[in-house]
Nanobody
Framework: QVTLLESGGGSVQAGDSLRLSCTAS????????VGWFRQPPGKVREWVAV????????FYTDSVKGRFTISRDNSGNTMYLQMNNLEPEDTAVYYC??????????????????WGQGTQVTVSA
């Protein structure tokens, strides 16, 4: 059984950077596609960034393109989200998840996938 744990969140000011980490324990990530989601206060959860098992194919929601970078290590048990030039609109609880799939341009987690517990990111103007 795989479990996911996020870390690296915090409170920063606009323009600052943070690097989130997500580590799987027990086994490597389930499924070939993993990624990051976020849930702003009072809003629904949305996908942020996705990465394929090959570590090369990536997808980003439009609002973070050019600012966020997703990556994963060769061992298959850790993914990262480098967040640069943060904006107040980025304030949210960030979750990592494995076993992603998509419908058109929208990414979601398969029923067999695993969610982390979330890490809070707060960006002040």
């Amino acid at each position: 059984q795989v479990t996911l744990l996020e870390s690296g969140g915090g409170s920063v000011q606009a323009g600052d950077s943070l690097r989130l980490s997500c580590t799987a324990s027990g086994t490597p990530f389930n499924g070939p596609v993993v990624g990051w989601f976020r849930q702003p206060p009072g809003k629904v959860r949305e996908w942020v960034a996705v990465i394929h098992e090959n570590g090369q194919t990536t997808f980003y929601t439009d609002s973070v393109k050019g600012r966020f970078t997703i990556s994963r290590d060769n061992s298959g048990n850790t993914m990262y989200l480098q967040m640069n030039n943060l904006e107040p609109e980025d304030t949210a609880v960030y979750y990592c998840a494995d076993d992603l799939n998509r419908s058109g341009r929208i990414w979601f987690v398969n029923a067999a996938g695993t969610w982390g517990q979330g890490t809070q990111v707060t960006v002040s103007a």
